[in-house]
Each structure stands twice: as structure tokens, then as C-alpha cells.
């Protein structure tokens, strides 16, 4: 692509996402998935890969498999089955993965799909290429001060199921928001835990940019990104690093890049391989994977161990995006708090159950997308990580409704709430914090300020409405928050009009 004004070139970002499956032991033998075991502590022959070894499907894993990409729109494949991808690295000692690949003739689980997301200028879908199941490797350890490398087998043969979209993404943001709503969707489905942190969810990202209307331009990939910040920092590097070498007139290599996140860039690691590298064949030791469709095919075909698809389109819960509905319909929510709060279902999960307890949702909302999760993103927290349930949070609405204390309070409440899991009441009694609704002691603070501030009583006697918010402020400082706000307003009136 030569050298043209940046302006006219359009970002292309297609996704390959690993998600760690909720089984209990290993794709193909039945060493157990803890997460955390000490290093080659879950580990046999099979995933070891020592001759003679023979794998065994996981047939818990193939119905994860089959239920995300029922949730995903997606073309349930009645028959697939598994490959090996050679290629050589200290993690894998079998020197190759099984995984499936895309053929004609055998196709992966599932393709075809697609998931709606908020986009820039209103909601879209966003295709899913293939659904398909493989093995994790090991993994390597590289020790701060010493010059060898360790290998911890516990993750190799662990359950994964890749998801591919299509090139459908535009920037940075509608990444991380498509990756959100997956996250959200997989978690309600019960698919995967999907945290990040554990690795149980990671991030392969191609990029390219072209003018629009034009064949994609060179992609470079940028591997094992494992949080939503760092997916969208390194897609703004890389497509302001591509920007920078077309305007120049060079041209970008495809290769595979990693994410320093440390130094914010992204590196070249190598040359990216094209699918002829890995020398794909058929896993000779696996059968074919058959899904029936219904449970009249499932005896016909004499397939046991497998649920049919017609029965887990059935078995699924409300999805993210129906739940979305619901709040937009039955609860009043605006789009932007409605998106956030189902784009986790731990968060999801929680506003209902505040919501069963105090029936105001868009009070719950207010409080959950505001200052709740401000505070999670200033800390870097999910909301399952704090000390609170429901409760503590449906107590402290019902303290501000009730008129115990003013909202001011309560947010000055919740820090302590968040970091202690104190109960608010106990926090109000402990501190003296209840509202002051006592007329008698708000006249004496109200004629004091009144004293104290002859302008701004002029300027509420000659229509200006700011000087009375003044005023209430003022009573509000004095009190530390406590005073009720409504009855220190009807005080100031009186006494105006009295004067």
C-alpha cells in the first residue's frame, strides 16, 4: 500500500479468543483443571504426551462447545473431528496440538454465527467465523535472576475452545466491548469462568488497515492479551504504528507481535505462519466428533454422552442481550447503564438481587453503574473481588429512602463499605450519621446562615433560584451532610417569606 493521507484508511481487527472451559478434568485424559496446584502436580502420560499415551475425549467439553455456539447463532456441525497441529516448543512435548481445523470436508464444531454489540452510531452484529475445541499447552517459567527457563505441564491438555470472528471490528473500543459481551455471554451460560486474570480467557487480535471498500490490507497479530485494558491499548499502539509506517510509505510486515504492557508497545516475536506450516492432519487416535440434532437422531445414530443441540437450545438461560431487553422494556434503564450492567454477569446477577430487595431499578442502577463502578475501575477490581453482597447495598437505599440519611451520607458511607464489607446501618449507628429531620434544630442552623449571608438573600428575593441551592449548601456543610435537604428548603422559604 504506498503512501497516502492516514485519514482515508480504515481499521479492520478480527479476534481469536481462547476460552478455558468449566470441566473438571483435561480434554483428553482425566487429570484435574485446578487452577493455582502446584507445578506438575496435574499431569499423566497423556498430557505429558509419552508413547503409547492414547487420548480420550472429554465429552463435557464437546457440550460447553456445542451450548456457546448455540448462544452464538452459530451452525452446529453434525460431524467434526480433530487434527494435529505440528509444530515444535518446549511447552508441548508432543511436538504437536490437537485441535480442529477448518476443512471442507471435516469442518470444526460449529460456524456461521454471529453476536450484537453497541457500535459506534447504534448496535451491530459482529460475525463468528468457527467455534472449535483444542488443548492448551504448558506453559513456561522464566525465573527474574537466573538464566534457564522452567516448564509447568498443569495446563497442557487443559480444555479450550477457540471462538473466530470475522474482521468485523473497526476500533479499539468495539473490541473490548465485543469482548465484554462475550465474556458476559460465556459466564451466563455457564461455559467458562471467564477470568481473565487466571488465564481462562486470552486474546489474539489481527489488525490491518486499507482505504475503505478495498481488500484488507497486511495483518500483523498480536498474541496472548489477557484483560480487556490491555486489548484495547495494544490495538490503539499497533494501529497508530501501521498509521505511521504507511504514511512513510513502508510497508507492514505480517508477522506476530507481543504486548509489553509494562512499556505500552507491541513487539515483533516472528514471521507469521501460514496454515501450510503446521502440516495439518487428521488425529488418528480420536473418532469423529457427532452431535445429533434432536434426541430421535441421537438413538438413531446410537450417539450416547452427547445432549443434542435441539435440547441444549432448550437448556439455555436468558442471555445477555434478552436480559438487555428487559431492562430497556420492564425496568426503564437507559441503553448505556443497561449495556454495562449486562455486560457481566456477576454484575447482572447482583443488580437483580438488589432489585428484589429494593424494588426502585433505576435507583439500583444509578448507584451500581455510578459510584460502584467507579470505584471498581479505580481499583482495578471485579465486583465478586469486594466484601459486600446484595444486601449491604439494598440496607443503604433503604436508609436514604427511609430519610435516615441524606444520599451525601451515603456516599460518604460507601468507601469504608466497599473495602470493609461493613453493614451501613452499623456504620451510620457507629458514627452518628442518622439525618437530621428534626425542625427545631434546623431553624437554628437556618437563621444562622441566613445571618451570615445577607447577598445571597437579596439575590433569592430578586428570582435568582441559584442563591437558594447556595443557601441549602450552606445548612448542608454546617450539618455535615445530615441535614434533610427537602425540610432545610421548606425552612429557608419560611423564613424568607417571614422576613
Request: proline share 6%.
Given at each position: 500500500m504506498s503512501a497516502r493521507p492516514a485519514v482515508e484508511l480504515e481499521t479492520v481487527i478480527g479476534l481469536e479468543i481462547h476460552v478455558q472451559l468449566l470441566t473438571q478434568s483435561k480434554m483428553f485424559c482425566a487429570c484435574p483443571t485446578t487452577f493455582g496446584a502446584p507445578p506438575n502436580t496435574q499431569v499423566c502420560p497423556v498430557c505429558l504426551g509419552l508413547p503409547g499415551a492414547l487420548p480420550?475425549?472429554?465429552?463435557?467439553?464437546?457440550?460447553?462447545?456445542?451450548?456457546?455456539?448455540?448462544?452464538?447463532?452459530?451452525?452446529?456441525?453434525?460431524?467434526?473431528?480433530?487434527?494435529?497441529?505440528?509444530?515444535?516448543?518446549?511447552?508441548?512435548?508432543?511436538?504437536?496440538?490437537?485441535?480442529?481445523?477448518?476443512y471442507l470436508v471435516h469442518p470444526p464444531l460449529a460456524s456461521g454465527g454471529w453476536m450484537e454489540i453497541a457500535a459506534e452510531g447504534g448496535?451491530?452484529?459482529?460475525?463468528?467465523?468457527?467455534?472449535?475445541?483444542?488443548?492448551?499447552?504448558?506453559?513456561?517459567?522464566?525465573?527474574?535472576?537466573?538464566?534457564?527457563?522452567?516448564?509447568?505441564?498443569?495446563?497442557?491438555?487443559?480444555?479450550?475452545?477457540?471462538?473466530?470472528?470475522?474482521?468485523?471490528?473497526?476500533?479499539?473500543?468495539?473490541?473490548?466491548?465485543?469482548?465484554?459481551?462475550?465474556?458476559?455471554?460465556?459466564?451466563?451460560?455457564?461455559?467458562?469462568?471467564?477470568?481473565?486474570?487466571?488465564?481462562?480467557?486470552?486474546?489474539?487480535?489481527?489488525?490491518?488497515?486499507?482505504?475503505?471498500?478495498?481488500a484488507l490490507g497486511t495483518r500483523t497479530e498480536v498474541k496472548n492479551m489477557n484483560s480487556l485494558r490491555s486489548v484495547e491499548r495494544a490495538l490503539l499502539y499497533e494501529v497508530a504504528r501501521q498509521r505511521e509506517l504507511l504514511a512513510a510509505g513502508r510497508i507492514v510486515e505480517q508477522e506476530t507481535r507481543h504486548w509489553d504492557e509494562d512499556r505500552g508497545v507491541t513487539f515483533a516475536s516472528r514471521t507469521k505462519e501460514e496454515a501450510q506450516d503446521y502440516r495439518y492432519f487428521p488425529e488418528p487416535d480420536l473418532v469423529p466428533v457427532v452431535v445429533p440434532r434432536t434426541a430421535a437422531e441421537a438413538v438413531a445414530l446410537g450417539v450416547t454422552g452427547i445432549t443434542p443441540v435441539e435440547e441444549v437450545r432448550r437448556s439455555l438461560p436468558?442471555?445477555?442481550?434478552?436480559?438487555?431487553?428487559?431492562?430497556?422494556?420492564?425496568?426503564?434503564?437507559?441503553?448505556?447503564?443497561?449495556?454495562?450492567?449486562?455486560?457481566?454477569?456477576?454484575?447482572?446477577?447482583f443488580f437483580e438481587e438488589v432489585v428484589r430487595r429494593f424494588p426502585q431499578p433505576r435507583t439500583v442502577s444509578h448507584w451500581l453503574v455510578g459510584e460502584i463502578t467507579a470505584y471498581l475501575n479505580a481499583q482495578g477490581k471485579e465486583l465478586e473481588d469486594l466484601p459486600i453482597g446484595p444486601d449491604h447495598l439494598a440496607e443503604l437505599l433503604d436508609l436514604i429512602e427511609t430519610g435516615t440519611i441524606s444520599g451525601r451520607t451515603a456516599k460518604e458511607l460507601?468507601?469504608?463499605?466497599?473495602?470493609?464489607?461493613?453493614?451501613?446501618?452499623?456504620?451510620?449507628?457507629?458514627?452518628?450519621?442518622?439525618?437530621?429531620?428534626?425542625?427545631e434544630a434546623l431553624r437554628a442552623v437556618v437563621e444562622e446562615v441566613l445571618r451570615e449571608h445577607p447577598a445571597p438573600v437579596a439575590d433569592v428575593r430578586a428570582g435568582k433560584a441559584r442563591a437558594m441551592a447556595f443557601l441549602v449548601g450552606q445548612v448542608m456543610k454546617k450539618t455535615r451532610g445530615r441535614a434533610n435537604p427537602e425540610m432545610v428548603t421548606a425552612l429557608l422559604r419560611e423564613h424568607l417569606e417571614q422576613q
Open positions: 480420550v475425549l472429554n465429552g463435557r467439553a464437546v457440550e460447553l462447545g456445542v451450548r456457546t455456539a448455540v448462544a452464538l447463532n452459530c451452525t452446529v456441525h453434525p460431524e467434526s473431528r480433530f487434527h494435529r497441529k505440528n509444530y515444535y516448543y518446549p511447552d508441548l512435548p508432543k511436538n504437536y496440538q490437537i485441535t480442529q481445523y477448518q448496535r451491530r452484529r459482529v460475525g463468528i467465523r468457527r467455534v472449535h475445541l483444542e488443548e492448551d499447552t504448558g506453559r513456561l517459567v522464566h525465573p527474574a535472576h537466573g538464566r534457564y527457563s522452567l516448564v509447568d505441564y498443569n495446563r497442557s491438555g487443559v480444555p479450550l475452545m477457540e471462538i473466530v470472528t470475522d474482521p468485523d471490528l473497526h476500533t479499539p473500543t468495539e473490541a473490548r466491548r465485543f469482548l465484554a459481551a462475550l465474556r458476559a455471554l460465556l459466564q451466563a451460560i455457564g461455559v467458562s469462568s471467564g477470568r481473565m486474570e487466571e488465564g481462562s480467557l486470552r486474546v489474539d487480535a489481527n489488525i490491518s488497515l486499507r482505504r475503505p471498500g478495498e436468558e442471555l445477555p442481550e434478552q436480559r438487555r431487553g428487559r431492562y430497556l422494556r420492564d425496568y426503564g434503564l437507559s441503553a448505556q447503564d443497561a449495556d454495562l450492567i449486562v455486560s457481566s454477569a456477576g454484575m447482572a446477577a460507601l468507601p469504608d463499605m466497599l473495602t470493609t464489607g461493613s453493614r451501613p446501618g452499623e456504620l451510620v449507628r457507629s458514627r452518628g450519621l442518622g439525618q437530621i429531620s428534626d425542625r
